[in-house]
């Protein structure tokens, strides 16, 4: 597990500023949930973490204790196979944080696409070990993507995109 870094998770709040705010929120892998948690903090309607660790999903459980429950949804199944049967409106926004040099990146963005998760409204946060581009992202999503924002920390690359209609 790499859990996104302090630095990381402030640049990106700090990217969406008060807009997550009545919002909802998907995390499919969502590790430690620090970043679920910290959407949840500045007023997110409804968060969905999905952890197939169990002992991170535990530890995540024990920790979401003294939230209110209606503001969240804790899943522990491989985030795939939960996605791939998951009937929901499309996601405001989209945290992906997947485990790095398993080509789940590629696979869960055409996976939301296909499955209406994200729409021309969602955003979507990425940390990758790769720069990405927008051709790269246009290709899977089915959308057009455009990069608005995009870092690196270390070896760790993270943007936010906004997508459109092709």
Known sequence: MRPTSGKTRETLFNWLQ????????????????????????RGAKKTILIEKNNKVFKSLKSNLKIIDSTKFELI??????????????AFDYVFLDPPFKQQILPLTLALLSERKLINSNSKIFIESEFMLTEEFLNNICGF?????????????????ISLGVL
Request: proline share 2%; glycine share 8%; aromatic share 10%.
């Open 144 to 160: 057009e993507c455009k990069i608005e924002k995009e870092k690196k920390s270390g070896n760790v690359y993270f943007c936010l």
């Open 76 to 89: 522990n199944k491989d985030s795939l196979e939960y996605l791939n049967k998951l009937e929901h409106n």
């Open 18 to 41: 008060f807009d997550i705010a009545g919002k909802t929120v998907l995390d499919p892998f969502s590790g430690s949930g620090a970043l679920s948690l910290e959407a949840i903090s």
